[in-house]
């Protein structure tokens, strides 16, 4: 891996299926953030064809690292994340979000100032951002939601892992410091980059959905890391799109209609790993 930065600089993954939002998401971070000359993207593009031309100022001075890949070989979004931590530079902090989402002016400096003000030596601050449609700058008033609600999932196909059923409003008061919580989402997380060479992502749980934030959590708490939710959201996130293309959809077109995909090996692999969590140990 490349030496690591201490300069300032933030490496932003971005993992992005079939998204019409992935290139609004991108302008508006780098218009919203307070140093974009800092901010460095790492996008996994899975599409049918080719995307839009806007970023093309920060493509060309380096500043978002793109891997393009054909929507029938995607192998699911915590693949595609893995992919995307490959494209790291050696930037000094870590974000991790999805490519359908808004922000809040400096939404970069506030995560970093919230990951310093966290009494821990290796905090993350991560949670489930409110919808899109909420005014960001009304929400920077009052405490942010925080992931504290974990089921067993009732599916066969799901084989009872563990999912987290979104974030809520706990806290009636806003305060400085990031309170503690249980669990990482990935569609808004900030971690020191060291993160990645600690916690690394599995490159064996293709076709992981469901199960890839309760596995992480469990990896980074084993590995010393301590995680809090944000004091305020400064990220809004496009919920459901239940209308949009989903890339379990491509797995027909690629396998043929008939053909089974094995997801019990990545299930089974998600489970151990969960239970014997160690950020340098991985069960087979």
Not at 28 to 43: M, T
Request: glycine share 4%.
């Amino acid at each position: 891996m490349p030496p690591r930065r201490e300069d300032g600089s933030v490496f932003l993954s971005v993992v992005s299926y079939r998204d019409e939002f992935c290139p609004d998401t991108l302008k508006e971070a780098f218009n919203k953030a307070k140093y974009p000359e800092n901010l460095f993207v790492g996008l996994v593009q899975q599409n049918c064809e080719e995307g839009s031309p806007i970023g093309t100022k920060f493509c060309n001075a380096g500043q978002i690292r793109v891997l393009k890949m054909k929507e029938t070989e995607s192998l699911g979004p915590y693949m595609a994340r893995y992919f995307a931590s490959k494209l790291w530079m050696g930037e000094q902090w870590y974000m991790q979000i999805d490519s359908h989402m808004t922000f809040l002016q400096d939404w970069d400096a506030l995560s970093i100032e919230m990951l310093q003000a966290a009494p821990s030596k290796k905090p993350v601050i991560s949670h489930y951002p409110p919808p899109h449609t909420a005014d960001l700058v009304q929400k920077s008033k009052v405490a942010a939601p925080r992931l504290c609600g974990p089921i067993f999932a009732t599916s066969d196909l799901e084989a009872q892992i563990v999912r987290l059923e979104g974030s809520y409003n706990y806290d009636s008061v806003k305060l400085d410091v990031p309170r503690f919580a249980p669990f990482v989402a990935a569609g808004y997380l900030v971690a020191h980059s060291d993160m990645l060479r600690e916690v690394p992502f599995d490159p064996f749980l293709p076709y992981i959905f469901m199960g890839e934030e309760i596995l992480l959590s469990a990896r980074l708490w084993t590995s010393g890391y301590d995680i809090f939710s944000p004091t305020y959201s400064l990220l809004g996130h496009r919920y459901v799109r239940s209308h949009k293309p989903k890339f379990w959809e491509s797995i027909h077109r690629t396998f043929t209609p008939g053909v089974s995909v094995d997801f019990s090996t990545s299930l089974r692999r998600n489970h151990c790993a969960s239970i014997l969590s160690h950020s340098t140990v991985f069960v087979t």
